[in-house]
């Protein structure tokens, strides 16, 4: 099983990055695909999460209306893309996959993602 993230990296505030995620090794349509982040000295906080085919997509409010979460299951690649970011959402961002019915929880290496004011 592989989780790789890719696209973090050092912006300034007010731009963008997409956040990829490819996966391997995992029944991705059957699998709660989600974003997480953990900034120095705090705990991992969820970013988004998504069901495809439950029409469930959550988003914590610190980046609601700024990140939206998406995938493409025939590529087994989930997205994050993040618009006007800011300092605060300096962080490791990491990739989780979780069956729908609790047959695994993976997560990814982490990619950090820096926002300079």
């Known amino acids: 099983v592989q989780l790789v993230e890719s696209g973090g990296g050092l912006v300034q505030a007010g731009d963008s990055l997409r956040l990829s995620c490819t996966a391997s090794?995992?029944?991705?349509?059957?699998?709660?695909m989600g974003w997480y982040r953990q900034a120095p000295g705090k705990q991992r906080e969820l970013v988004a999460t998504e069901t495809r085919g439950y029409n469930n997509v959550n988003y914590a409010d610190s980046v609601k209306g700024r990140f939206t979460i998406s995938r493409d299951n025939g590529k087994n690649t989930m997205y994050l893309q993040m618009n006007s970011l800011k300092p605060d959402d300096t962080a490791v961002y990491y990739c989780?996959?979780?069956?729908?019915?609790?047959?695994?929880?993976?997560w990814g290496q982490g990619t950090q993602v820096t926002v300079s004011s």
């Open positions: 090794g995992i029944i991705f349509g059957f699998s709660t």
């Open positions: 989780n996959a979780r069956h729908l019915f609790g047959r695994y929880d993976y």
